[in-house]
């Protein structure tokens, strides 16, 4: 069940239907359907192997699944020309587990990175703006002059997050966004992505281990189990499941 009970009414974002992917002889997503709607967090569980990454990559086109239907924003993306997928990828956001940062770059050269790539010829004032914005939203600005190298974990993390924010996605996809990181960081990133979610309506998918992070920013948890999404619910609903292996995830 949704939190937000408006969220039904919501325009649907991604819509999976039979999605299937296979490496050679090892079949990882058999039979997926699932329908996400806009300004929904979505947790996704599963042992370790089980597709939860592949899944969110299929989304955001680091693979091609192997059947079954993907949709983002109503369109079909195998139906899609190669200019009209880049178009639709740039209302992605993306937050990988490593944060994905340049080293040789200061904070600031990280975060322009991706504006010059996308959006070429920026004004420098215009630039400079969205930079401090996105500094600001993740609490980084005094580490503008900075190397990641200079940074902590959690603020590593921040710095990712502040990249990929900083072309304002439509669809955020976290992997792993707390491991590694003590209880206290995790817990200010699991806030972070409520944050972001709340100013930005962002539709936001999570793949997670961390229960507590799962129980502070889900609407719904999808549990992946055999390649489909074998439980879904609120966390309270699926931590009261009689069923042992649903309930195995919140002990």
Known sequence: MIKDENMIASPIVVEMKHLSKSF??????????LVIHKGENIVILGKSGTGKSVLIKCIVGLLDPDGGTLALFGQDINELKEKELF?????????FQS??????????????????????KLPKEELSQMINEALINVGLKEA???????????????????????????????????????????KEISHLILEVQKKYNTTSIIITHDIKCASLTADRIILLKDGICAAEGSYKELENSPNEWVHSFFE
């Open 24 to 33: 050679e002889n090892n079949t990882v997503l058999v039979d997926i359907n």
């Open 144 to 186: 503008i002059d900075k190397s990641p190298s200079e940074l902590s974990g959690g603020m590593c993390k921040r710095l990712g997050l502040a990249r990929t924010l900083i072309l304002k996605p439509e669809i955020m996809l976290y992997d792993e966004p707390t491991t590694g990181l003590d209880p206290i960081t995790s």
């Open 87 to 95: 178009e639709l990828r740039k209302r992605i956001g993306f937050l």
């Open 99 to 120: 944060s994905a940062l340049y080293d040789s770059m200061t904070v600031r050269e990280n975060l322009e990175f991706p504006l010059r790539r996308q959006l070429h």
